[in-house]
């Protein structure tokens, strides 16, 4: 069953559940993945197969929300202006002032390099969209212009490129993937 929470939420028991399959079945079994989950956290998403959906959903959602931050921070920071006065500045304006805030801070304590896009799972959620006939732009954007750049990071005990460091960059080189 996929579920979303990190070890942190392992160990605290919040993870959030996203149950697919038949709904009596999840009934049988709904008291135990409560325990680590909580009522409020176990989503019945429909049939088999619909809770990786989800759970696919929630990992772009926060991989191409990151990029959009790094984005619009790097912007402020190529053209001279601290990060850390940008996210004093408008850290905590707007209803996303939380995921701003940290990957603003994240990038003003010089650790801009850590905030992850999910550049490892990018090709599989572009996979399965070219299979169900559909298009992923942003998506395909984004791995195009990580996978040109230099893996200098640690993703998942892998190596991957720092979309931050490419963006302060300058980018990858014209025609490898940024254009």
Same mark, same amino acid.
């Given at each position: 069953?996929?579920?979303?929470?990190?070890?942190?939420?392992?160990?605290?028991?919040?993870?959030?559940?996203?149950? &697919?399959?038949?709904?009596?079945?999840?009934?049988?079994?709904?008291?135990?993945? +409560?325990?680590?989950?909580? @009522?409020?956290?176990? *989503?019945?998403?429909?049939p088999?197969?619909?809770?990786?959906?989800?759970?696919?959903?929630?990992?772009?959602?926060?991989?191409?929300?990151?990029? @959009?931050?790094? +984005?619009?921070?790097?912007?402020?920071v190529?053209?001279?202006?601290?990060?850390? *006065?940008?996210?004093r @500045?408008? &850290?905590? *304006?707007?209803?996303?002032?939380?995921?701003?805030?940290?990957?603003?801070?994240?990038?003003?304590?010089?650790?801009?390099?850590?905030?992850g896009?999910?550049?490892?799972?990018?090709?599989?959620?572009?996979?399965?969209?070219? +299979?169900?006939?559909?298009?992923?732009?942003? *998506?395909?954007?984004?791995?195009?212009?990580?996978? @040109?750049?230099?893996?200098?990071?640690?993703?998942?005990?892998?190596?991957?490129?720092s979309?931050?460091?490419?963006?302060?960059?300058?980018?990858?080189?014209?025609?490898?993937?940024?254009?």
């Amino acid at each position: 069953m996929p579920v979303s929470g990190g070890p942190g939420g392992a160990e605290r028991a919040d993870l959030y559940l996203f149950a &697919g399959g038949d709904e009596s079945a999840l009934a049988r079994v709904r008291p135990l993945l +409560e325990t680590i989950g909580g @009522a409020a956290r176990l *989503t019945h998403c429909g049939p088999a197969g619909s809770g990786q959906v989800v759970k696919g959903v929630n990992q772009l959602m926060m991989g191409l929300g990151n990029a @959009a931050y790094l +984005e619009a921070l790097a912007f402020g920071v190529r053209a001279g202006v601290d990060p850390a *006065t940008i996210r004093r @500045a408008i &850290g905590d *304006t707007g209803r996303w002032r939380a995921d701003f805030s940290g990957v603003a801070g994240q990038a003003a304590a010089g650790r801009g390099e850590e905030v992850g896009v999910k550049f490892r799972e990018l090709p599989y959620f572009l996979r399965e969209a070219a +299979e169900r006939g559909f298009a992923l732009p942003l *998506t395909r954007t984004l791995h195009a212009f990580c996978d @040109a750049g230099e893996r200098v990071t640690i993703d998942d005990n892998r190596p991957a490129p720092s979309f931050w460091r490419q963006l302060l960059d300058g980018g990858p080189p014209p025609g490898r993937g940024g254009d």
